[in-house]
Structure formats: C-alpha cells, structure tokens
C-alpha cells in the first residue's frame, strides 16, 4: 500500500516534470476557464479557493468574478507549478500557498467557493479530500470540478478506454459528492467541457 508521502512524491514528479511549459501545451482554454468560473455564482467581495490551482489559469477570471474586494487564494502540492505560476504573475490575482488539499491551512466555514480543474483523478482519497473541501466551505457555498476536455476525447489523448469504475463518472460522482458533504447540482461532460457543480447543503 502507498504511503501519503509516497502519493505527494508522485504527484509532485509528475507535474514538476511538466510545470515549464504546461501553460503553452494547452494555450487556448483561458476562454473555457472563464466560462467555468462564470458558472460558480461567486459575486464581489467572495473568497474563493482555486484547489490544485496549478500555474493558476483560473485566478485571472475567478479574481474577475470577486473584484479587489474578494479573496482568491491558489492551493498546490507541487512548488514547480507554483514558482511557473509566480512567473506567469498569477500571484498579482490570488495569493499562491503550497499546500495539500487533504489538510488544507484554512478555518472552517472561511470560503464561499471552491473551483478545483484537473484535480480529482489525481487525488489518493478522493472521498478524505473532497470533505476537507467541504469543511472549509459555508452552507450553501459551491464546488466546481472542471476540466477542459471531456472523459471520452481525454481518454482518447492518452489512448486509453473509459472504464465504468472512472471517478468522474456521473454515477460515480454522485454519490462520491453525497459521502462527502455535497450535493451534487448538474454535471456535463461534453467534448469539450467536463464540469459537475455542487452546494454544500445549509
Ligand atoms: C492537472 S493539474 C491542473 C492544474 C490547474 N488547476 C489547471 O487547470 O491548469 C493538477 C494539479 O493538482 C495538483 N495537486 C494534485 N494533488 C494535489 C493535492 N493533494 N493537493 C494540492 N494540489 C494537488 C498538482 O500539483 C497539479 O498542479
């Protein structure tokens, strides 16, 4: 059995590996991490997490979404993909904290939002990680899980096949959610669009 740290290292490996140029692989989604954004409800003054932010493509729109008035906080396990964000200037939108999203340095109830792209396939305990998520959330606050592709053209890119044990699966996800302190709220996966958006019940 994997150890955490034996998890962390090889999460860290990985995106290390690929943080220089992870931005110029995927140059055209700002316009769908928008759009993404858009569908978090947040309204000025918000404090929202962006979990497993990565070079922080989200910050820019979720910064947009809460004005200077709001919080935007970027959490991530992988200090490479941190320092690309830093260098991109992503930390003028949201404050960068290297951190993992399993025990997360913020208080109970602190955030309205939680906006998490390309996160879970990458989490060791989905079930443990999503209700830390949940925690830090108010009642009725909301969580995205994005991504810009679908299950099947993502899979199709790693030459893989969809199994019906994949995570993201809706009948997967919705009750992963429901044990997890969500409600799951509508799910699309499309070609191009993968989001499932959930309210932490009140
Ligand atoms: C596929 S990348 C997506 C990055 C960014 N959200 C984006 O959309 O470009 C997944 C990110 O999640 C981070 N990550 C994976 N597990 C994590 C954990 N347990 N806590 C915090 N970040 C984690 C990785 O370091 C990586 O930067």
Redesign the pocket.
Known sequence: MRSMSDDHTH??EF?TARAAD?DSRFPDDGPAYAAAVAELGLVEGDRVL??????G??LPPLRAAVGVSGVVLG????PA?LEAARRAGRDRDGRLLL????ALPLRPESVDAVFA???IA??PHPAD?LRELARVVRPGGTLALFHPIGRAALAARHGRRLTTDDLRAEANLKPLLAGSGWRMTSYVDQDDRFLALAVRPS
């Open positions: 999460v860290q995106f992870w962006d979990a497993g932010c990565g070079t493509r989200a959490v991530d396990l992988t993909m951190a993992d999203v399993a792209a390309g996160l990458h989490l990680d």
